[in-house]
């Protein structure tokens, strides 16, 4: 789309095939960019399409109207073919004022579509912008097709009998801006009309108002003849079955649903809110007539300690933060190891440390995960790829942690809890076993451990005959009493790690997208995966050798994955952090690795990632 010849104009009634495209959304906060994103997003699902999400807001929560602090972002990308990641460079920037314009003209492809909303761009709002000269009458925008329209005046226009106050009339322009997007790319209008019914049940005027907007933005292309032509991108291949669109929050609490439902278990949720996580437990509370129990708690603390109480009573206890909350909760967590209970700790990270960039991704929580307690409390750790792997993965910590009576740390970043894909709703039938670990009340006793696993029985407390103790003191071997010997705590930390190493034998070994030996492996871990799954794929359309490994288990890693790394002459490692898996790895099988590392708070792009494979390969 970027490199169409902008000085031929062609037939309204034109239609020009593209094989994917990437839209940006950007205004203030209060222009409803990420609603309309998601509007279009859900619009363009429905329509048949492989696509990526990546929505990007503000970090202050009142940044000044129209400054660079305050916009709001929201970018997709979809296709006829396999979208992997939101699009490097967008094709079409939505800029409701010269401070979106600002914020995101340099990401833009040569001879992009740039629609501005002209009546923001008052010599008031260039201030605040920054902008010394008007951008629309300064030439610093030839190499884009800009698209100058009137949209705040368009939109009181098209609601003006309906009596709205000024502010809540120009609210309304996001969805005359939604209206324009859905005629440029033929997206059908009825799946947001539905929702604005449902949303806005109880205020017909609030209503009526967004109805007018959306169709007055269609009917303005209709008319005008703003745009020289429509595009239409090819339906994707898929598997037969029913997809859904799904966000990495909402995949993660339904992954714990699931787990929780095929493990014939109450799932109990406690979580204190917290940017990017909040969100999973918004979507939990929805969940009641399952038997879901959502507890917001006072701090953090309260959260975890709660969600064991809970695994204690019998429940699969869950909790959900991010970076700052993994630090308080830290210590309970300890006491989940100690008394060997299951529990799944959700840490959707983001950038930090301290407060950071709450609002911006980052995957500099492994070490943390790995090593973030006090004395030797060895914790499984699992990571997401994408947005609807959130679904299986959360699902695996709640099996793992079931299986082997263990908390579990489960990763995802804001870029996976924001991001949103199509996914395959799984039948119920084809999800992994969870089985529970038995008490035997013949042969009692609370430490007497599975063979197989190590994993001590869950006893429920109130079961007769199986009266034991609990708490964060050392327990004695078998009985579970207390125990200050320095014998049995060197056993009790042995086995504890013992347990821990054992879930290799029952999690997949390592996959190897390529080939299985050769000159250079990709190694990467969480939301990395779109990137270096694009880079690799346009890596070898370039002849180049070089295969993918995604690893998804932390802690224990696979059991193949020492043969799998020394397979390769070299290993790239690209990684938001400085570091952190090229480091265990490192140290733990010995290889030489090429650490690739990014903290900007946004993910690699694709073109990132190829560049070094292809300075390395060469």
Same mark, same amino acid.
């Given at each position: ?195 604005l ?25 209709e008319?005008?003849?703003?745009? #020289? +032509? ?5 339906? @994707?291949? !898929?598997?037969?079955?029913? *997809?859904?669109?799904?966000? $990495?929050? %909402? ?44 507890f917001? #708690? +006072? ?5 975890? @300690?709660a !969600?064991i109480?809970?695994? *204690?009573?019998?429940?699969? $206890?869950? %909790? ?36 950071g ?159 299985d ?6 190694v ?5 995966y ?6 690799v ?47 265990l ?26 560049t ?7």
């Open positions: 789309m970027g490199t169409a010849d902008s000085g031929t104009m062609k037939d309204p009634s034109t239609k020009t095939e593209l094989p994917s495209v990437v839209i940006r959304l950007a205004g203030d906060s209060g222009d409803g960019m990420q609603l309309t994103g998601t509007q279009f997003t859900t619009s363009t699902a429905l329509s048949g399409h492989d696509l990526a999400t990546l929505p990007d807001f503000p970090a202050e929560i009142r940044a000044p109207a129209g400054t660079m602090n305050g916009v709001s972002g929201y970018q997709i990308q979809f296709a006829g073919t396999d979208v992997h990641t939101p699009g490097d460079s967008p094709d079409v920037l939505v800029a409701m004022n010269p401070a979106a314009l600002r914020a995101n003209v340099g990401d833009l492809v040569r001879n992009a579509l740039v629609l501005v909303n002209v009546d923001s761009f008052k010599p008031k709002d260039l201030a605040k912008a920054g902008y010394e000269n008007n951008p629309l009458e300064d030439g610093s925008l030839s190499g884009y097709r800009v698209i100058e329209v009137e949209l705040t005046r368009l939109t009181r226009q098209a609601v003006d009998d309906l009596g709205l106050d000024t502010r809540s009339a120009d609210r309304c322009k996001n969805f005359f801006a939604l209206g324009m997007m859905f005629w440029l790319f033929e997206r059908p209008m009825e799946p947001t009309e539905k929702w019914r449902e949303k806005f049940a109880n205020r017909e005027l609030i209503l009526e108002a967004n109805l007018r907007a959306l169709k007055a933005g269609w009917a303005y292309c008319a005008t003849e703003v745009f #020289a +032509e429509r595009y239409v991108v090819p339906r @994707a291949a !898929a598997e037969p079955g029913t *997809y859904r669109n799904i966000s $990495g929050n %909402t995949a993660t609490a339904l992954g714990l649903l699931a787990a929780a439902e095929r493990s014939d278990l109450q799932l109990f949720y406690g979580s204190y809110p917290i940017t990017p996580a909040s969100d999973v437990l918004h979507e939990v509370a929805k969940y009641k007539e399952f038997g879901a129990v959502s917001q #708690a +006072e701090d953090e603390i309260s959260a975890v @300690a !969600a109480g809970a695994s *204690y009573a019998g429940s699969l $206890g869950t %909790t959900c933060t991010s970076g700052p909350g993994m630090a308080l909760k830290a210590e309970a967590m300890g006491l989940a190891t100690m008394v060997e209970l299951p529990l799944v700790v959700c840490n959707i990270q983001r950038g930090g440390p301290s407060t960039l709450p609002t911006k991704t980052e995957q500099a929580d492994l070490l943390q995960s790995l090593f973030g307690r006090p004395s030797e409390t060895p914790t499984p750790v699992v990571a997401a790829a994408t947005p609807s792997d959130c679904f299986a993965m959360a699902y695996e910590a709640a099996r793992i942690a079931v299986r082997s009576m263990t908390p579990v740390i489960f990763l995802s970043d804001g870029y996976l809890a924001n991001g949103a894909e199509p996914w395959r709703i799984p039948n119920v039938e084809d999800l992994p076993d969870i089985p529970v670990p038995q008490p035997n009340p013949e042969n009692f006793l609370p430490y007497l451990r599975e063979p197989e696993t190590l994993a001590r029985p869950w006893a429920r407390p109130g079961t007769p005959g199986m009266e034991h103790r609990v708490g964060g003191l050392e327990k004695e071997d078998g009985t579970g009493n207390v125990s200050y010997t320095a014998e049995n705590h060197e056993r009790m930390v042995h086995l504890r790690a013992e347990k821990i190493q054992k879930i290799a034998d029952y999690i997949p070994e390592q996959s190897v997208d390529g080939p030996s050769g000159e250079l492996l990709v990467g871990w969480g939301s990395t779109g990137a270096i799954t694009g880079a794929e346009h890596a070898r359309r370039e002849g180049l050798s070089v295969s993918h490994a995604h690893i998804r288990y932390l802690n224990p890693f696979p059991k193949n994955l020492g043969d799998v790394l020394s397979s390769y002459r070299k290993v790239l490692i690209p990684e938001m952090n400085l570091g952190q898996l090229a480091l790895l490192r140290g733990m099988y010995g290889i030489e690795t090429e650490s690739f590392t990014k903290v900007q708070g946004k993910p690699f792009t694709e073109a990132e990632v190829f070094k494979i292809r300075e390395m390969a060469s």
